[in-house]
């Protein structure tokens, strides 16, 4: 098995490239109250900047300036003293500590009426997003993504909520520049002892896998397959897909998905991600996770501007 013991760390050979880029993102639910959001933070070394915060929404507000929370901040300048990729502070607020090497961290936040109390365990192993795909090898030189459960509580203008969900999280470095990405989804499901994740690249109905993984039955393989096919269309992104995947150990996959509208997400500027929270039944077990569906923001525009449809060529 390859050793991914440097995922939480720094990455090695950064060049002088100024979107050389250190991500961080965990994923956060309560999914009876269709509640979903991010913790989700970038370095931005070489040019001085930590990006990112939490985002919080339901399908009450699907947008920046009316969901739960948003405190994706751009400008902010990089810590003085960062320990390390998950070790800091951010002017925001925003903190995170490793407890636990590849397995547990602590999240805190406090600001503009959230509160959060949050601890991160693993509960599955890394998977290194391998994709050949031009593109995608474009965003990351290193990507991994893990499945965990999020523990703790939130407190929004005075309403408590204990947080007990499946949490995805990832973390990359490289230089990232999203002008190479076209249109597609990245999307997973995680459930007790079993998850998936995929990307799959296309604007139309059906589109194909470029990477991810399956985890059943205590072993994590690498896709080498994979179809989405979009059932039902919601206002900017599917609201119902089914998945086919096949994994290296000859394994195959058959999931559902029920998309909640999610948010419009516009904190990356050249690219806008429909952002929202999946209910998956896989072999009659429920998963949660989410699905993020990103496009081009001039093909995100005309979309929603009545200019072209969902699922019509740009």
């Known amino acids: 098995m390859t050793d991914l013991s440097f995922a939480d760390h720094f990455g090695a050979g950064r060049d002088d490239n ?28 070489n040019m001085g900047m930590l990006n990112g915060g939490p985002v919080l929404w339901d399908p009450s507000g699907t947008y920046q300036w009316n969901c739960l929370h948003y405190q994706w901040s751009h400008l902010q300048a990089m810590p003085a003293q960062v320990r390390g990729k998950f070790d800091m502070q951010a002017r925001n607020s925003l903190s995170c500590r490793m407890i636990e090497p590849l397995a547990k961290y602590k999240i805190d936040y406090d600001k503009d009426g959230l509160t959060l109390d949050l601890t991160w365990n693993a509960i599955g192993p890394m998977h290194e997003l391998r994709t050949g795909d031009a593109g995608q090898a474009a965003t990351a030189k290193f ?61 139309g109905r059906e589109a194909r896998s470029i990477g991810g993984f399956i985890w059943k039955d205590g072993e994590m393989a690498s896709l080498i397959s994979g179809r989405r096919e979009v059932l039902e269309w919601g206002e900017f992104g599917p609201a119902k897909v089914l998945w086919e ?55 995100f525009r005309r979309i929603a501007r009545g200019e072209i449809a969902l699922g019509d060529p740009a």
């Open 245 to 299: 995947g096949k994994d290296q150990l000859g394994r195959s996959m058959e999931a559902t998905g029920w998309i909640d509208p999610g948010l419009v997400f516009t904190g990356y500027t050249d690219h806008t991600v429909a952002w929202s929270l999946v209910r998956w039944d896989w072999d009659g077990i429920e998963h949660w996770g989410d699905n993020q569906e990103f496009s081009p923001a001039e093909r």
């Open 18 to 45: 100024p979107y050389w880029n250190e991500s961080v993102w965990f994923s956060l639910s309560i999914p009876e109250r269709h509640i979903h959001g991010m913790i989700q933070y970038y370095f931005r070394p």
């Open 143 to 203: 990507h991994i993504e893990q499945p965990g459960r999020m523990t703790g509580t939130m407190v929004r203008h005075g309403e408590t909520f204990t947080v007990d969900c499946f949490s995805m999280r990832d973390t990359s470095y490289g230089a990232r520049e999203y002008e190479s990405l076209a249109c597609g989804g990245y999307f997973w499901g995680i459930a007790d002892g079993s998850a998936f994740h995929a990307i799959a690249m296309g604007e």
